[in-house]
């Protein structure tokens, strides 16, 4: 199964933009790459996902790559309540039903 | 509301016991999955389903089970047998389909003393 890395945590000042990168070197042509947050003691919140080409949301970027290798989340104002853990995920389809692969994710510390 | 229920929130149990994790859902959403989560780790997959009396081993299902009855219901069992059984656990739903998100349940936190 494909995997994904992350920095284990990066910083942000409040209302300024954050680039949350994520590495997948050995992601399939298939395999869709997605985004989640989790805050303490809560279920992941799905924030947005993508295939090949740029995703854009009201939550949200995301940059692909173009050898799909690799791709960063953009919050284009990070505020208090964007400080959480995210994660990168590769999805793919087995069995008939679509697995979805978790790494550790990346802790948003973002600064008043 | 539309949601997924995870019952209760914080569980308790001495060491030898099995214990059933509820997870239902009104999404109507066919496929659902059960994760585990250790403190600061990200989520493992232990079962999934995608359709009714229909379930597949993820990526570590030893000392778990689970059962598709219904399409509302999804419960996970720990048994005796799952050796660290202490941790949060998490129930998610999806529509069927290419590219549709994960949603999750609010999660048991499990402790097993």
């Known amino acids: 199964d494909a995997k994904t890395t992350q920095p284990n945590s990066m910083e942000s000042n409040e209302e300024e933009p954050v680039h949350l990168p994520c590495n997948h070197s050995?992601?399939?042509?298939?395999?869709?790459i997605h985004w989640y947050r989790q805050l303490p003691s809560q279920g992941p919140e799905y924030v947005i996902h993508?295939?090949?080409s740029n995703v854009n949301n009201r939550m949200a970027s995301l940059a692909i790559a173009e050898d799909r290798k690799s791709s960063t989340l953009i919050l284009h104002r990070a505020t208090l309540r964007d400080a959480a853990v995210y994660y990168c995920?590769?999805?793919?389809?087995?069995?008939?039903?679509?697995?979805?692969?978790f790494g550790t994710g990346t802790r948003l510390k973002v600064l008043a | 509301d539309g949601g997924i229920t995870q019952s209760p929130k914080y569980l308790f149990r001495k060491e030898g016991q099995n214990v059933t994790l509820s997870c239902e859902q009104n999404?109507?959403?066919?496929?659902m999955y059960w994760y585990r989560q250790d403190p600061g780790q990200g989520l493992r997959l232990i079962y999934y389903?995608?359709?009714?009396?229909?379930?597949q081993k993820g990526d570590i299902a030893e000392g778990y089970s689970v059962s598709r009855e219904k399409k509302e219901s999804f419960p996970l069992t720990v048994t005796s047998a799952q050796k660290n059984p202490t941790a949060f656990y998490l129930c998610?739903?999806?529509?069927?389909?290419?590219?549709?998100?994960?949603?999750f349940g609010p999660g048991t936190r499990l402790t097993v003393t």
């Open positions: 999404l109507n959403h066919d496929a």
């Open positions: 993508g295939l090949t």
């Open positions: 389903s995608q359709i009714v009396n229909d379930f």
């Open positions: 995920i590769l999805s793919f389809l087995t069995s008939g039903t679509y697995k979805y692969i």
């Open positions: 998610a739903t999806k529509w069927t389909g290419i590219s549709y998100e994960q949603y």
């Open positions: 050995t992601i399939s042509g298939t395999d869709y």
